[in-house]
């Protein structure tokens, strides 16, 4: 079993930063994949960043260049968030891969105000 962690979502204006912070616990070292997903209201979940236990990182089209996975242990990642914009306004979710499950934080709001 494993449990996930979210912290570090807020209000921030428009062209600011926040650093996302997710810790997994509980069967930490089958944890493989670890990744960011935002759901922004009445639309469905997304995909902002994923990162493997190698390192690998994957994006989204729409952040590229503006935010940063990074991963500090097999349980805990970072989303570092610059150049916000109000489009960026969602409920953020951490999920840790521990083969065949997906386990899922309870999210972080980040509103952007413009």
């Known amino acids: 079993q494993v449990h996930v962690g979210e912290s570090g979502g807020g209000l921030v204006q428009a062209g600011g930063s926040l650093r996302l912070s997710c810790v997994a616990s509980?069967?930490?070292?089958?944890?493989?994949?670890m990744g960011w997903h935002r759901q922004a209201p009445g639309k469905q979940r997304e995909m902002v960043a994923t990162i493997t236990r190698a390192g690998i990182t994957s994006y989204a089209d729409s952040i590229k260049g503006r935010f940063t996975i990074s991963r500090e242990s097999r349980n805990a990642v970072y989303l570092q968030m610059n150049s916000l914009n109000p489009e960026d306004t969602a409920v953020y979710y951490c999920?840790?891969?521990?083969?065949?499950?997906?386990?899922w934080g309870k999210g972080t709001l980040v509103t952007v105000s413009s």
């Open positions: 999920n840790a891969r521990s083969y065949p499950r997906d386990y």
């Open positions: 509980g069967s930490v070292s089958s944890i493989s994949d």
